[in-house]
């Protein structure tokens, strides 16, 4: 697997949001329109994309919350490649580059409604925090932190 750091111009990336933001559609149902608000692509500078053989595999992104703190964006593996540790290894990566970055937070916001998201993060070292900024109070929406630098 090669995982290539880009942009959120990036044709595949945005292809493979387009995939994601279809899986959200029907997992939040009425909570959908809120919650694709603060998923624009135009506050993303900092996007990966996995690739096996040319094909994509997988992505995700960053971008700066505050002076010490990244929040992961867009993470997405297609369903037929769920399950070989490809979101793992992207998480890794965006957690290197933040660290790269001089960042020494990742934070981010998951869906009740996502429980492979909830044990991937619970498993790469990520706590459960409230709910931040304009995820508080938002019964669907659970929040995580990990200390990267």
Known sequence: MEIVRTTSENEDFRSLVNRLDRE????????HAFYSQFNKL???????????????????AIRPFDDASV???????PTEHRGRGIAK?????????????????????????????IALYTKSGYISIPNYGRYQGMYNSVCFEKIVG
């Open 24 to 31: 959200l559609a029907i997992r939040d149902g009425d909570d």
């Open 89 to 117: 290894d992207i998480l890794k990566e965006l957690e290197s580059w933040a660290v790269e970055l001089s960042f020494k937070r990742c934070i981010l916001e998951t869906g009740l409604k996502q429980p492979e998201a």
């Open 71 to 77: 929040e992961v964006k867009r993470m997405f593996v």
């Open 42 to 60: 135009d506050t993303i500078k900092h996007a990966v994309v996995a690739y096996i053989d040319k094909e994509t595999v997988g992505c995700g």
